[in-house]
Each structure stands twice: as C-alpha cells, then as structure tokens.
C-alpha cells in the first residue's frame, strides 16, 4: 500500500493547537521510561487535533470519535506530533493500543501506520498494520511499533486488557527517535463504512529476559496442552498411541489415500492427473480417483539462531550453545520418545496424517518420512546458482526485494538438469511419489505486486541492466526484430537513448501501450525459456511422476499461461480466508489441473507470538478457518488439492528469517492442536463427495 495522506491537505481550525493537554504528562519531545496518558476525546475541540482525508469525524458523548469513511482509496485520519500529540521520541514505546468499536454489520479490515519521517508513503519510512474487526465489536487493537528483538517477526504480548488482538504490522524498523505521526484508515472500501474510537494509548516494551522455557514454550503465559514437566511428554505419547487406536484411517480410503469407494480407473502403478465429467482429479498408482489434501515440512526438526538473544532462554543445553541453534522441537521428540526417537516419530506421524484426513505429505518434508512408505509424499526440487535479472549487475537482496534467476544465461539448463537428476534420483522409480515442486515463490514481478503482477518489475530490471546479462540480450534481440533501430523503439517507449546498449530506466507509471505489450512478450520468452528446460530435465529424469510446478505467488497472466503449456500440475501458495471462485475462474481455463501448495491460519491463544499471514482469534476460530477454506478449494473443479504450511509451530523466537508463527498441526511438544485436527479430520473425510459435487 503506497497511498498515504496528503500533508499539505487543509487541517482543522488552528485552535486545536493550542488545545494540547489531551495527555497533558507527555513531555515535549521525549516520552519517558514509562508510557504517557492515553491520548482521549474528553469533548469535541479534541477533534481540531486530528487531521481527515476522505473522512468526516464527529463527537459523541462521553467521548467518542465516530470516524465515517467515504468511499475512496486511503480514507483515513492522522494523528501529527505537535498537533494530535507532543513526543517525537518513541524509544520506550512497545506498541500503540486503539480502543475502537466497529458500529455496522460487516467484519471492517482496520488499518494503522506509524510514520518515522514526513516523507513516508505507504513503502519508506513506516511500518503498517491490520486487523479485521467484526460486526459490531468492541476490542483493543495493539500495534506493536517495533520487532522486540532481532529476528523476530513479533515479539511477546503487549499488555493491553484481555479484550485485546494484536495487529499484523510489517515494514522496515522505525527510527524511534523520531516518530512524526500516526494513521487509523481503510483500504478501498466498497462503501461508507464507520468506526469509533475511543482512546489510543502508548505501552511500554515487554522484558525480554528468560520467555523461553526449557521445553521452548512461553514462560509467561498458561494455557491448555502447555508441558510443565518432562514426564508429561512421555505421558503424552501413550495418550497418542490410544487415540490413534480409537481413530483409524477414513474407511473409504485405498492405501494411497485415494477413493477406494469411487470409480476403479486404469491402474499405471503411479500418479497422474486426468479430468473426468469436467473436473480435474489426480489417480493414484492402483486407479482410484486421489485429492490431495496434505501437510508441508513434515520433519523433526523446527530450529532458530540464538546469537545476541541467549538470554531469552531459561536454559539452553550445551548442544545448542555449540551449534548457535536452538531446535526445542527435535529435543522434545527425544524427550518424548526416547533412544529410537526418530523411528518412533515417524511412525507416529505417519499414523497422525491419515487419522487427521490427510493423504499428503507436501514439500519440505523429511525423506524418513518418505521412505515409510504410509503416506504419499511430493518432493521438493531447489536450483539456485544463477545470477539474477538486476540493474543493479547482479546484486542479490534477499527478502521482498530480491530478483529473478536468469534463466537465459546460457549454464541454465545443464545446471538445472543436473539438480532435476540429483533432487529426483532416489524417488523416480517410487510409486508413493505423487511428483516435484521445482522452485518456490520465483519473484516473477514486483512483491509489491503480490499475485497478478502489472509492474513488470523483471523485464525493466533486464532492460535496465549491463549489456552483457543474458536476459537484457534475449529483450532487445525481441525488440530489434520489431522496432527494427534504436530510434524507433525509443519514440514508442518515449525513452531516450541513442545505443542498444544503453540502460533503459523506466519506472511502472512510465509504461504505455508499447512498453506494456513488449514487456509481456519478454515475460513470455522468458517463461517458455524456464518451462521448456524444465519440463524436459523432469521428462528426463522423473518420466513417471508429475511435474507440479515452481509454486506460483507472483502470478503475472504470461507466464501462468506458459506454465499451463509445460507442468502437469499447476501450483500457487494462496494466502486468503477462503479461495474466491470469481478471482480463480481463470484456472479452469489453463487446461490442467491446479493445486495449492501453501496456505495457513494461525491464532496467539496458546503462547505463540504470531498468528502467521492469516490471522484467527482463537484456536478455535483456526480450526473453523480452516474448513471454510478447504471447502472452498473443493468446489471448484480444477483444483486437485491443497497443503497446508506447515507441521509444527515455528519456533517461538524465529526461525532463519524470523518467522515465529502459529501455524502448526502440532506444537513445539509435538502436541496436536485438538481444535484444528479434529476439525480437520471432520472435513477431510469429505473430500471425495464435495469434489465430485463441484461446478464444472
């Protein structure tokens, strides 16, 4: 979100800044070691201090600031230092708290930005966040203005009532020192919508020191299925070898997972996809009609650093020191298991899967898991090794900003064949593997453009880089044969250069009809160039197993067009509360099946600090979460299944980027969520019927 308010927009009446004793204890440029006042509307002159765009703000007793927002893009209001607020100096606050009720009928999407400069604007200089507030509910909304520790994506729990949530913030990190202004606003909405604020108030940091427990769970926090003794965990497992007594697998499955009571279909000894009645469906070795419905990072292990934070831990045992990473998850599979631990929780988890409804156990998984031979498996294919499309000769940022592999460099296609023939060497002949994910998440165009693309981020950066890059050869060889010289490409771009070899800079506002339309053919070279090498190393390498795709979150309509031409299966990770049959109408239009490789909800109810990119109140609002969405998938016809990210909780303090969230099937004491896996095992075993019943 790039939009942000106007500064020179007309302000309210120059009253309001004399009107300034709102928090009359915040000193005038620095809140001190503790939190200042919260920030109230004790009378309607509160209300000269803020600062509408789109909005209209009135007061009602006894003192409330009800919000309408217009119909617009960003309609919003704006909290300015020196009008709605003294301190510029952040450096003690935690978070900021919005007391706030949602008035209408509708779940309202809210939206906070805390700006660290006059010239943020939605990308620089800020860091955003959402809620989504439910028909008229009253909560607390904490939007945490900073990580709490590197390499965290959040941080324990601000203190801020019971009646409290905490938003999804992202962005870089806040000069503290220097916060300039604040934001309540929507994005888009499709009609006047309300809000009513009550208060805003500053919370201090949460102490850090000693929030690890010896079993990786929170100290400071109580909640059911938290372990408090190590005796617990070996109670647990016999408690788990009952219930999987008392719950076998669904009865109407074959051994592969399939649809033992469903047609009997050509038995090949190995999965593949085929539509039937205009629905797509994948078929399992034995012919029975296969959804997959499956699990990603099925493995014993869920490990994070622990440099510059050891003294967040209670206790770290030696092996970790050694080793700077700390992996409570695999100790307490030991713990719990004992001397033959890794057999034991293979078994087990292969017993869990189908107990719990699944069929799959997706990508980045453990081959032990693989090699049981209980559960079908997808395997996972990563190149890497290329120089990337960049104007910037080859810089590589990792996170949101990085680039696209150069797949017209000319080691491409051996050095991908080579990690195709590696990656696929040990399962081509193994008829539990369903087939191969190559690649994860190609940055394909802009992040900024998460999904269909529109900036065409890729073809400027290679027009735009040093002449010798491949993919800025490959561009203006396409060019060439169109526009014929220089100059006349030049005039229909509206560039000025007067050399092939001159860098082009143009920026996504600068693109017309002619850039736009040469852009797209580039991205399609560039995709029959990727598709093709690909395709062929899997038809090489893995002829009898299905080539699943590079997992599209970037989806420009070019290259899913081009995927459709090569995959046997197309994948996208599809982060939404549900899949909406509109948006996703084109898949039925690609010619081949498609299926899901991520998606997740998460919630912070039992000791975990984030909820993970789908945010849910509660445990059991997760589990309802997760039904809903699955249901959606099933009903739409070419889709052949979807998988869930992932097994267990990341770990509580990040993993490798950070990530610490709530989106396991079980926790870091390889505890099962019960809400989540019986709801799971409610819907699951539904599959069969709610696909074959989908819209063609």
């Not at 709102?22 to 803020?50: K, T, Y």
């Not at 509708?106 to 860091?127: E, Q, S």
């Not at 020191?209 to 647990?236: M, N, S």
């Not at 049959?581 to 984030?610: C, Q, Y």
Request: glycine residues 8%; aromatic residues 12%; charged residues 20%.
């Amino acid at each position: 979100m790039r939009a942000y308010f106007d500064n020179t927009a007309p302000r309210a009446a120059l009253a309001g800044r004399f009107l300034l004793l709102l928090v009359a204890s915040i000193s005038l440029n620095v809140f001190g070691a503790e939190p200042p006042p919260p920030l109230g509307f004790p009378d309607s002159n509160a209300l000269l201090r803020l600062s509408a765009s789109s909005a209209t703000l009135r007061w009602t007793s006894p003192g409330t600031a009800h919000v309408e927002f217009q119909k617009a893009a960003w309609p919003g209001v704006r909290f300015e230092v020196g009008k709605a607020y003294e301190a510029t100096n952040w450096s003690a606050v935690g978070g900021l708290a919005l007391d706030l009720r949602n008035p209408g009928d509708v779940p309202l999407d809210v939206h906070v930005r805390v700006d660290d400069d006059p010239k943020a604007n939605g990308a620089v200089h800020c860091r955003q966040g959402h809620a989504t507030v439910g028909p008229r509910e009253r909560v607390t909304l904490v939007f945490p203005v900073e990580t709490t520790a590197t390499g965290m994506r959040a941080g324990p729990p601000l203190e801020a009532g019971k009646n409290s949530r905490r938003m999804q913030v992202s962005g870089k990190p806040l000069d503290g020192s220097h916060i300039v202004a604040f934001l309540v606003f929507l994005a888009k909405p499709d009609q006047p919508r309300s809000l009513e604020l009550f208060s805003v108030r500053w919370l201090p940091k949460p102490e850090l020191r000693g929030i690890v427990d010896q079993f990786g769970q929170y100290t400071r926090a109580e909640w059911p299925g938290k372990v408090h003794a190590e005796a617990e965990l070996a109670e647990r497992c016999a408690k788990d070898y009952h219930w999987l007594q008392e719950h076998p697998p669904i009865a109407d499955r074959d051994e592969f997972g399939g649809w033992k009571k469903g047609p009997q279909l050509k038995v090949t000894g190995f999965f593949r996809a085929e539509q039937r009645d205009g629905r797509w469906w994948l078929v399992t070795p034995s012919g029975h009609l296969f959804w997959s419905i499956g699990s990603t990072c099925v493995r014993p292990e869920s490990s994070g650093p622990i440099k510059g934070r050891e003294t967040m831990f209670s206790s770290l045992p030696d092996e970790f020191t050694k080793r700077g990473q700390a992996d409570f998850y695999r100790l307490n599979l030991e713990r719990k298991y004992g001397e033959n631990w890794l057999a034991e929780w293979v078994g087990t988890t292969c017993a869990r899967l189908p107990a719990w409804g699944f069929n799959t156990i997706a990508n980045w998984s453990a081959s032990d898991t693989f090699r049981a031979h209980k559960v079908p498996y997808t395997a996972t294919v990563s190149c890497g090794g290329l120089p990337f499309i960049s104007a910037e000769e080859y810089k590589h940022v990792p996170g949101p900003a990085h680039r696209l592999p150069d797949f017209f460099n000319e080691r491409f296609p051996e050095h991908y064949e080579a990690a195709i023939a590696k990656a696929t060497a040990e399962w081509r002949d193994d008829p539990w593997c369903i087939g191969y994910f190559v690649d994860n998440e190609l940055a394909w165009d802009s992040w900024a453009q998460l999904g269909t693309g529109g900036e065409y981020l890729t073809a400027r950066e290679a027009i735009g880089a040093p002449p010798t890059l491949s993919a800025r050869q490959a561009f203006v060889k396409l060019l060439r044969a169109k526009y014929g010289n220089v100059d006349a490409f030049a005039k229909a771009w509206g560039v000025a250069i007067r050399s092939w070899d001159d860098p082009v800079t143009i920026k996504p506002a600068q693109l017309n009809a002619a850039s736009r339309a040469d852009c797209s053919a580039f991205m399609t070279a560039l995709a029959e160039r990727y598709f093709s090498v690909v395709s062929a190393a899997m038809k090489k390498h893995a002829q009898n197993q299905l080539y699943l795709g590079c997992r599209f979150a970037i989806r420009p309509k070019e290259v899913v067009a081009v995927a459709a031409k090569y995959c046997d299966v197309v994948s996208f990770n599809i982060y939404a509360d549900t899949v909406d049959p509109e948006k996703w109408k084109s898949a039925n239009d690609l010619g081949k099946p498609v299926i899901i490789g991520e998606f997740h909800f998460g919630a912070t109810d039992r000791g975990m600090f984030h909820t993970g990119l789908r945010p849910t109140k509660s445990q059991a609002e997760r589990a309802k979460a997760y039904a809903k969405y699955v249901r959606s998938v099933l009903v739409m016809s070419a889709f052949v299944g979807c998988h869930w990210f992932q097994y267990v909780d990341q770990p509580l303090t990040g993993r490798f980027d950070g990530e610490n969230y709530n989106i396991g099937l079980v926790s870091v004491t390889d505890t099962p969520y019960p809400e989540l896996t019986a709801e799971a095992r409610k819907v699951n075993a539904q599959v069969y019927q709610l696909h074959r019943n989908a819209a063609r």
